[in-house]
């Protein structure tokens, strides 16, 4: 099992990074950076506790709330005139019951079932036949 399917098992069922999660790193990196002209530890330690903050967010299994507190946020920025960008969201791919293999014509992404072995598929975008190695 690779590191990026340990790290996406680790985070199924919790919240996840979101626009507030962003905000604080950009926030974090804001004081690190004023930071070092002005040698300061107190903005020091307030630079970690936001950043703490936002990484205890992202981690956290209480969605509902996490979904409050975001929108909340976002609902402010709008009324000061900040437009949001919308980003559409994939779910996480099911890589052990599945091999995600690209065709080499269209480069179309195929989900396919992980039976280990050299196998024969066609596309289903471009009909394209092609042979594909699944461990």
């Known amino acids: 099992m690779t590191f990026k399917?340990?790290?996406i098992r680790m985070m199924e069922g919790r919240y996840g990074a979101?626009?507030?999660f962003y905000l604080l790193t950009g926030l974090y990196i804001l004081l690190t950076i004023v930071n070092i002209f002005v040698h300061s530890w107190i903005l020091h330690i307030i630079g970690l506790v936001i950043f703490?903050?936002?990484?205890?967010?992202?981690?956290s299994r209480n969605i509902p709330a996490r979904h409050k507190e975001n929108s909340l946020v976002l609902r402010a920025g709008e009324k000061l005139g900040i437009k949001r960008k919308v980003k559409a969201q994939r779910p996480a791919r099911d890589t052990v019951n599945f091999a995600y293999k690209k065709c080499p014509a269209c480069k179309k992404t195929l989900?396919?079932?992980?039976k280990k072995g050299k196998h024969n598929t066609?596309?289903?975008a471009c009909g394209e036949e092609f042979s594909v190695k699944i461990r």
């Open 5 to 7: 399917d340990r790290l």
């Open 111 to 114: 989900r396919l079932p992980r």
């Open 122 to 124: 066609k596309c289903p």
């Open 18 to 20: 979101d626009e507030l």
């Open 52 to 59: 703490a903050v936002a990484v205890i967010r992202s981690l």
